[in-house]
């Protein structure tokens, strides 16, 4: 059976980071300082995307934890949008039917591969994936610390120009030009954008 991977995400206090980890950890701690004296608004924010998350904290910590929504399964055939009934075909491996729109050339071509059109299609997709992983991880980083910088650093100075060394992935000025920003947050868009790869 698939197992849905955590969800981390990271919740601020005003500037300050509160908690960070999986999202049910940070809800019930978000929903305890939320009950303090505390004046400054709390956050949270995926740590996948960089967007801000709106969760329902009323009620008990049952409550709260029963309403988390799920995450999406962690799988190389998982995809967007509802679950469809299982017909015939390969249920074992989550084989989906969708309409794909090509020229009769490329279905010509598609036809004579061996294992027809679908196992072409599939194998030139792993091709892809294989060949654009990496940037295509550091595209997800970037995008994901660029939404939270918006969230948290929009106002802060220097932000469009940290924004355009952000996108032009120019990781010395980036870190020079946020370096007077909130400890916390110019740590977590460190984080977000380079965490996945090799000090540079």
């Known amino acids: 059976m ?3 991977a955590p969800q981390c995400v990271t919740a601020f206090i005003g ?3 509160l908690a960070s980890g999986p ?3 940070v809800a019930l701690a978000v929903m305890k300082a939320s009950r303090g004296a505390a004046e400054a608004s709390i956050l949270i924010f995926d740590d996948a995307n960089g967007r801000p998350l709106d969760l329902d904290l009323r009620g008990t910590e049952r409550d709260i934890v029963a309403r988390l929504p799920t995450p999406a399964p962690d799988s190389e055939t998982a995809i967007d949008g509802p679950a469809e009934p299982r017909g015939r075909g390969r249920p074992k491996l989550g084989v989906v039917a969708r309409e794909v729109t090509l020229l009769p050339r490329h279905w010509e071509w598609l036809g004579a591969q061996p294992g ?13 994936r294989r060949s654009s992983g ?3 991880r550091s595209r997800a980083a970037r995008d994901a610390a660029y939404h939270f910088m ?10 469009e120009e940290a924004s355009r060394t952000l ?3 120019d990781r010395r000025s980036f870190v020079g030009l946020i370096a007077g920003w909130p400890g916390d947050i110019r740590d977590h ?9 090799a000090d540079g």
């Open 2 to 4: 698939i197992q849905a």
């Open 150 to 159: 918006s969230g948290m650093a929009g106002n802060l100075p220097g932000f």
């Open 23 to 25: 999202l049910a950890e």
């Open 167 to 169: 996108f032009a992935d």
């Open 116 to 128: 027809g059109a679908s196992v072409a299609l599939r194998k030139l997709v792993e091709a892809a």
């Open 15 to 17: 500037q300050q980071r």
């Open 189 to 197: 868009i460190v984080k977000l954008a380079f965490s996945d790869r």
């Open 134 to 136: 990496d940037l295509d």
